[in-house]
């Protein structure tokens, strides 16, 4: 069984090298809608996949962590990055541009890892995560799965290389959230939400 959770975030960008002479020139933003899909052959103790009230925690500070932020590649022109950072309280560097395409692979990988961390408490079983779905427009969306979340033919995304900024960090119920991923914290579903 597939179970969905779809999340809402406003975030600005450029696309370098892209075809679109003013995506790739010129900073815009997107109404983005972003769904979560989990699997499982199992029920849980309340007969879910997985409640979607535990998906509002560390789940929903990841994905919302792109709201109101600029999204930046890490490869971009150096005074630019510098410029950005300096007039924008939130922002991401991430290590590939950020198209639809690249925003569904980097929540995958930190979404993956979070549920791989994840300790359950209410009879969860075998829940993964099937795919991430980034809708940029209202007609176009990038669909992501595990492959190739973790293809190097599409870029090598390692959590360490994602960084957020103060504000951003600061913003998370838990401030040490992306710390405790990275360094591999077990995290504890509560019994009750």
Same mark, same amino acid.
């Given at each position: 069984?597939? /179970? =969905?959770?779809?999340?809402?975030?406003?975030?600005? #960008?450029?696309?370098? *090298?892209?075809?679109?002479?003013?995506? =790739?020139?010129?900073? #815009?933003?997107?109404?983005?809608?972003?769904?979560?899909?989990?699997?499982? @052959?199992?029920? $849980?103790?309340?007969?879910?996949?997985?409640?979607?009230?535990?998906?509002?925690? @560390?789940?929903?500070?990841?994905?919302?962590?792109? $709201?109101?932020? /600029? &999204?930046?590649?890490?490869? $971009?022109?150096?005074?630019?990055?510098?410029?950005?950072? &300096?007039?924008? $309280?939130?922002?991401?560097?991430?290590?590939?541009?950020?198209?639809?395409?690249?925003?569904? =692979? !980097?929540?995958?990988?930190? /979404?993956?890892?979070?549920?791989?961390?994840?300790?359950?408490?209410? *009879?969860?079983?075998?829940?993964?995560? @099937?795919? +991430? +779905? !980034?809708?940029?427009?209202?007609?176009?969306? &990038?669909?992501?799965?595990?492959?190739?979340?973790?293809?190097?033919?599409?870029?090598?995304?390692?959590?360490?290389?994602?960084?957020?900024?103060?504000? /951003?960090?600061?913003?998370?119920?838990?401030?040490?959230?992306?710390?405790?991923?990275?360094? *591999?914290?077990?995290?504890? @579903?509560?019994?009750?939400?």
């Amino acid at each position: 069984m597939i /179970i =969905r959770k779809l999340f809402k975030f406003e975030n600005a #960008h450029i696309v370098r *090298g892209c075809s679109t002479v003013k995506c =790739r020139s010129s900073l #815009h933003g997107h109404s983005y809608r972003v769904e979560l899909l989990f699997e499982s @052959n199992f029920l $849980d103790n309340g007969q879910m996949v997985y409640d979607f009230g535990l998906m509002k925690q @560390n789940m929903k500070d990841l994905v919302e962590s792109f $709201d109101h932020a /600029i &999204a930046l590649w890490s490869g $971009d022109d150096a005074a630019y990055l510098k410029s950005m950072k &300096a007039h924008s $309280d939130r922002w991401v560097e991430l290590p590939v541009s950020p198209s639809a395409e690249q925003f569904s =692979r !980097v929540i995958f990988v930190m /979404i993956d890892k979070l549920l791989q961390l994840t300790s359950t408490s209410n *009879g969860e079983k075998e829940v993964k995560l @099937n795919s +991430i +779905i !980034v809708h940029e427009t209202q007609t176009g969306y &990038a669909q992501c799965f595990k492959e190739d979340a973790y293809s190097q033919a599409m870029g090598t995304i390692a959590l360490e290389e994602i960084k957020f900024s103060q504000a /951003i960090l600061e913003s998370f119920k838990d401030s040490q959230l992306y710390e405790k991923l990275l360094s *591999g914290v077990v995290f504890q @579903n509560p019994l009750s939400v």
